[in-house]
């Protein structure tokens, strides 16, 4: 069964101390993975697209990177402006028309 | 443009009850569609569209009906609401591909957050 899942659940961050969040998926084969960043209340905003391993895109503080088997969000020297939940979600290579969320990762920068 | 816009913010439904959550896009986008997200479970896709006419079932189909008359709107309709629908529901929209390109970003409305008591 194809599953894509996300860790921590939350994260605690001091602002300027950098981290990574994690995604892992198991599919029979990636067409794409996608990260978005929802704020509390609103509905999800698209940061990247990922489309094969080694492959890397960066916005800013945030830096996406994709494996086989896993995607990293690294996020450098954030602000507090940077807290939200990033949602990561898959799309499996025979699907043109769906993709498959995971249950997202919550980001608090303190000042 | 708007993007995509959805109506109403907030509801409470008595058990039973039945209502349409209204979705609308203005951006011509072929790609529409309804997904539910519960507390720390993510997004779940509901139903969802590929263009007026043609409506598929996502991952959690049971309890809705949608219908896509126009590229523009996607309503969803809930028959008999249970408890287990309240939710905050979002609708989405994404662009179809050109020839091998496909544009997978999708395009997120405000939500409506649905109470069934």
């Known amino acids: 069964e194809d599953q894509v899942t996300q860790s921590p659940e939350a994260l605690r961050l001091q602002e300027g101390e950098s981290s990574s969040l994690n995604c892992s998926y198991t599919v029979s084969g990636l067409r794409g993975l996608f990260w978005y960043r929802q704020d509390p209340g609103k509905g999800p905003e698209f940061l990247f697209t990922l489309y094969s391993a080694g492959e890397e895109k960066e916005k800013e503080r945030l830096k996406a990177t994709l494996t086989k088997k896993e995607s990293f969000l690294h996020i450098t020297a954030p602000k507090p402006e940077d807290s939200a939940t990033y949602l990561c979600?898959?799309?499996?290579?025979?699907?043109?028309?769906?993709?498959?969320f995971g249950p997202g990762t919550s980001l608090s920068v303190i000042p | 443009n708007a993007g995509v816009t959805q109506t109403p913010k907030f509801r409470i439904l008595k058990i039973g009850q039945s209502m349409t959550l209204q979705c609308a896009q203005d951006m011509n986008h072929n790609y529409m569609y309804w997904y539910r997200q519960d507390p720390g479970m993510g997004l779940k896709l509901i139903y969802y569209?590929?263009?007026?006419?043609?409506?598929d079932k996502g991952e959690v189909p049971n309890g809705y009906n949608v219908s896509r008359s126009t590229t523009e709107d996607f309503p969803l309709r809930l028959e008999l609401a249970a408890p287990s629908q309240t939710s905050v529901y979002f609708c989405?929209?994404?662009?179809?591909?050109?020839?091998?390109?496909?544009?997978?970003?999708?395009?997120f409305g405000p939500g409506t957050r649905l109470t069934v008591l």
């Open positions: 989405a929209s994404r662009p179809a591909g050109v020839l091998t390109i496909t544009y997978n970003e999708q395009f």
């Open positions: 979600a898959v799309q499996e290579a025979t699907s043109y028309d769906k993709v498959i």
């Open positions: 569209s590929v263009g007026a006419g043609i409506t």
